[in-house]
């Protein structure tokens, strides 16, 4: 069973800096343009991750204005301006359980490896994986003996398949394309976003979210700091806690400074994208706001479709090809827009079925002719 781990600590390198001069076989002093940001017991990363000579180093000691010394030496040559980052980590640790994401991860005997920079990912080979098995990884500073947390769950099936991960290799299993995964998952979450939209559209409660938000006092708005915030569907206030009341909408400009309003039948109104104001503001309050939620995008691997789209999940491998037929890597226009139709049409589909929220009410009404009884209509 193959385990891997992305390789992405250079998103977040204490420093970057590119070589001075040229390094060698051997090296292990290195000049760099500058050291901001680079400190002993971390690691030094020559070149950019996924190159085929790039390498990681550990600094032994605390680097001056432009060299840096690593305890081990070079196994490549590195000519000059060759990219160079400051990382938290140099191995990956494999956690194991036997039981499944039910049980409890240990590390595994061997399991510490070293970042594999010259790839994408680097790669764990468990030979003595069972279909009980999960796994789980995390970065490690073999110096300084500090690991970050643990990853999402690995489990023996793979990706499931409305998961950001199962999503992503699907579409990536139908081209051969240079394209890194990143790409592809921004490709998802794009569609993620536009099919949210039309649930949203239908009006039918989909993607929905709540929050309270307080007022001190009397003071008459609040901000609604929630990031999936799109609009308000309903609004119920109180002063006490204990007794809520349904709030009317009114518009920013549609009440008269003299006028007076009741705290058993308030009113609120909106200004700007995400400031909420209340009437009467006369004692300290809450406004409970159900709203459309712009949803929550996947961004780990496990992450997984919400439930009201997951029959619609060709769509995410049909909206990703139409993009990667456009990747300067493929450049099928033809294929692009073949893919891109297929993708709407599913998405038009989407929006249309699920408007009928309960299955259960009168969708359709049957006509009898009374006098060809054999013979009904159906009028839906």
């Given at each position: 069973?193959?385990?891997?781990?992305?390789?992405?600590?250079?998103?977040?390198?204490?420093?970057?800096?590119?070589?001075?001069?040229?390094?060698?076989?051997?090296?292990?002093?290195?000049?760099?343009?500058?050291?901001?940001?680079?400190?002993?017991?971390?690691?030094?990363?020559?070149?950019?991750?996924?190159?085929?000579?790039?390498?990681?180093?550990?600094?032994?000691?605390?680097?001056?204005?432009?060299?840096?010394?690593?305890?081990?030496?070079?196994?490549?040559?590195?000519?000059?301006?060759?990219?160079?980052?400051?990382?938290?980590?140099?191995?990956?640790?494999?956690?194991?359980?036997?039981?499944?994401?039910?049980?409890?991860?240990?590390?595994?005997?061997?399991?510490?490896?070293?970042?594999?920079?010259?790839?994408?990912?680097?790669?764990?080979?468990?030979?003595?994986?069972?279909?009980?098995?999960?796994?789980?990884?995390?970065?490690?500073?073999?110096?300084?003996?500090?690991?970050?947390s643990k990853s999402d769950w690995i489990p023996f099936e793979g990706y499931q398949a409305y998961s950001l991960g199962g999503l992503r290799e699907r579409a990536k299993s139908n081209v051969n394309a240079d394209i890194a995964d990143d790409t592809w998952n921004g490709w998802i979450q794009e569609w993620q976003q536009e099919m949210n939209n039309g649930a949203v559209k239908v009006s039918k409660d989909y993607s929905m979210g709540t929050v309270d938000v307080a007022f001190a006092g009397n003071a008459q708005e609040g901000t609604i700091t929630n990031e999936d915030f799109m609009k308000s569907r309903r609004v119920w206030m109180t002063n006490d806690g204990t007794s809520w009341y349904r709030a009317i909408h009114i518009t920013y400009n549609g009440y008269y400074p003299e006028e007076t309003f009741n705290e058993t039948a308030p009113r609120f109104y909106f200004r700007g994208d995400n400031v909420i104001g209340r009437l009467p503001a006369n004692s300290s309050g809450t406004a409970r706001v159900a709203y459309d939620s712009s949803g929550t995008l996947m961004t780990s691997d496990s992450d997984l479709l919400p439930l009201n789209m997951r029959p619609y999940w060709k769509s995410f491998i049909d909206y990703q090809l139409a993009r990667a037929y456009r990747h300067p890597s493929i450049a099928d226009r033809t294929g692009a827009e073949k893919m891109e139709q297929q993708a709407y049409a599913l998405k038009d589909r989407f929006i249309k079925e699920i408007t009928p929220r309960d299955q259960s009410s009168i969708e359709a009404v049957q006509i009898v002719n009374t006098e060809l009884l054999d013979n009904a209509e159906w009028l839906w």
């Open positions: 069973m193959l385990i891997r781990t992305k390789n992405n600590l250079t998103d977040f390198a204490l420093g970057k800096s590119y070589l001075a001069i040229s390094g060698t076989v051997g090296q292990s002093v290195w000049n760099l343009k500058n050291t901001d940001g680079f400190k002993k017991d971390y690691a030094l990363q020559l070149g950019e991750t996924g190159e085929e000579m790039t390498e990681i180093l550990m600094l032994s000691g605390t680097p001056g204005p432009v060299l840096g010394t690593t305890s081990g030496t070079a196994r490549y040559t590195h000519p000059a301006d060759t990219p160079t980052y400051c990382l938290y980590y140099n191995k990956v640790k494999v956690y194991k359980s036997d039981v499944g994401t039910a049980g409890t991860s240990d590390i595994m005997t061997g399991g510490t490896v070293d970042i594999q920079p010259g790839q994408e990912y680097t790669i764990f080979n468990d030979t003595s994986a069972v279909s009980t098995d999960a796994w789980q990884t995390a970065f490690n500073n073999s110096v300084l003996d500090v690991t970050s």
